[in-house]
């Protein structure tokens, strides 16, 4: 027992230790909203970068000539004449300064379909802004057509926009309102985090393995302890580790929470206060605009604070703790059966295939998280540290978990003794590639 | 009795036998060599002592009694490939091996720098190993090997990777190791080695002991009835049919190797040269230890 302390304080050290390590363990947080940011920056420069185009457009019905304005990216011209007969050849005359044409039928009152030309292929966002301005136009235009004095007034007050809002009915009759994009949200997170920690600490414990072989330590800390201590303190000092760096991660969240909180509140109440003083003023719309926000704003608040956290904290760290046991024995096993690192592949491939399966089942769950599929795969040990993930959010029923958890302790105890009986045997082989064959023999004997 | 007895000790591997039939008595506070070429089988033996794997038959024992777990503690052991954590502290790593065997944590520090400063690497305490030339990481790993003070001490190929200055500084530390009761197990290819600071051996070939005893008594019974004679100057020792042969002239030899015939003793045929020549001097030529190493590998195959 104190040799396998020395052994995980120093492995827990040496990684710890390291000011690469420190580093980003703190710059994690930041570089993953970062790279949350990149869409929104991709998004920003592209709108901010580019010129506006020039889209011609010929209206053949002449009623909408003009219904299709301009946005901070294209600008309508509208053709007449000669261009109109023969857009074709105003295009190509254009030489690119023309980006598209578009052309409004004469009937596109009774058939509501336009046609855009372009050499290019067109942008999303150009066809949506014309099928949205030109909707929004026509359908004015219909509504006025009845000749009903106030309908556009009547029409836009009969229409619904229905919110849906799930309460969850509680086995003790209690009634809790639920958000399933928040139950969602954290499912994936738990999912991904549990599968990046996995992969990445396997595969520094398998390097480990494979550094110690390398450089022929191993054979010295062989004669003053078991292999099996060296194994299992490898992988609980490299484990905890993964629980350090965890935690690291929610003490940041927790402060930025705080931070990025009271800022919050600070900027609101002023602004709220405000509204209500709009509210009393006549056009006050906006206001209640925002009010209407607020509320949403609390509906996401009340769907965070609706999650069992306890619950999923503790499933999480069992099954953090079962998922990494399992795998990183596999890789520890498997690294102790190869000289150098690039040899590992072969043995390395399926356990990360097996991975790589479990997170592509947690996110096909997310459509039916109780659904068989789902079931399955939260009680296939390989899979359910993941899968279980996306699941808990939704209220898993406690005979599965239970029953899950066991499965995956079970099997992770059985891979971690076949791991060490390859790994005593590996670690002291050298000179040749060994294969499923002889990993084989080595459990055998 | 000797403090390490190996008793009829075999091991297999999938489709080899690594050892066959190993027996080996080492005495108390000797030097004792385990030769054989590579591949004979020495690592598989040395691995048993240390108990990084059982045998499949047969017994070792540690100081008239079977070995146990915990006896690692009493064993030091420096692998022919050397290792150390390349991004540990010197003199954490010498204190983490050192607490690994058993050592407490203030008596690893005393004692690590205690060593340190016998081999002169104290300045070098806090670098991190891979800074260390390879001679230094060889010292280092050489302190990390008897800083518990083992009873049994296993060298492999301890003095490949040193330079003649720092083979000289340890060879004294072992011999310092075994004036202070340690007993020392050494395999080696180095056959001057073994003449120059081994008292016993056993030589492996094919997985078995192939010749065992005390090197005077090996070398005596390896004897080929050779002298080297020495005549005056401008004398030539000629053969005589009955009694010798003549070898051919080494290189580097003033003397000259006189084989005796079968039967011959080593007096008559003295008397005879010494009324033939004017005899200076006579020595019986022992064979050396790298010669008999050879011939019995030889014959083996």
Known sequence: MEKLKLIIVREYMAIVGKKSFIVMTLLMPFLIVLVGLIPIAIEYFNRSGSEQLTVAVVDNSGQYGGAIADDELYHFVPLTGADAADPRACYDKADGKIEAVVVIPADVDSVPQVTVYSENTIAVSLKSHITRQLSDTITARRIAAYGVPGMAEMVNKATANVDLKSVRWS????????????????????????????????????????????????????????PFQLMMGKIIGVGLVGLTQFAVWVVILIIVAMVGGSMAADSVDPSTMAAAEVANLPGGADAVVEVADGDAMSRVMTGIMGVNYVQILVAFVLYFIGGYLLYASLFAGFGSAVDQASDASQFTLPVVILMVIALYAGMGCIENPSGPMAFWCSMIPFTSPVVMMVRLPYDVPMWELALSVAILFGTAIAITWLAARIYRTGILRYGKKFGFKDIFLWIKG | MGFIEVNDVVKRYSGHTALDHVSLNVPQGSIYGLLGPNGAGKTSLIRIINQITDPDEGTVSIGGRPMRRDDVARIGYLPEERGLYKKMNVGDE????????????????????????????????????????????????????????????????????????????????????????????????????????????????????????????????????????????????????????????????????????????????????????????????????????????????
């Not at chain 2, 004017?278 to 008999?292: Q, R």
């Open chain 1, 171 to 226: 086995a003790d009759g209690s009634e809790e309102e639920t958000s399933t994009e928040i139950a969602l949200a954290i499912g994936l997170i738990l999912a991904f985090v549990t599968y990046m920690f996995v992969l990445s600490y396997g595969a520094m414990i398998m390097n480990g393995v494979i550094e110690e072989k390398t450089n022929r330590i191993v054979e010295v800390v062989v004669s003053s302890c078991k």
């Open chain 2, 94 to 301: 010498i204190v983490y091996l050192a607490r690994l065997k058993g050592m407490s944590k203030g008596d690893a520090i005393m004692a690590m720098l205690d060593w340190l400063e016998r081999f002169d690497l104290s300045e070098w305490r806090d670098k991190k190993v891979e800074a260390l030339s390879k001679g230094m990481q060889q010292k280092v790993q050489f302190i990390a090997t008897v800083i518990h003070r083992p009873e049994l001490l296993i060298f492999d190929e301890p003095f490949s990777g040193f330079d003649p200055v720092n083979a000289d500084q340890l060879k004294a530390e072992i011999l310092r190791l075994r004036d202070q009761g340690s007993t020392i197990l050494f395999s080696t290819h180095n056959m001057e080695s073994v003449e120059a600071i081994c008292e016993e051996i056993s030589l492996i070939n094919h997985s078995k002991v192939v010749l065992q005893g005390r090197v005077d008594d090996i070398r005596r019974n390896h004897k080929k009835n050779v002298i080297a004679v020495s005549v005056d100057r401008g004398q030539r020792v000629e053969a005589d049919p009955s009694l010798f042969t003549v070898l051919p002239a080494e290189a580097g030899r003033r003397d000259t190797l006189v084989r005796l015939n079968e039967g011959v003793t080593v007096r008559e045929a003295i008397a005879c040269l010494n009324e033939r020549y004017t005899l200076t001097g006579f020595t019986e030529v022992l064979p050396s230890m790298h010669e008999i190493f050879v011939e019995t590998v030889k014959q083996e195959v």
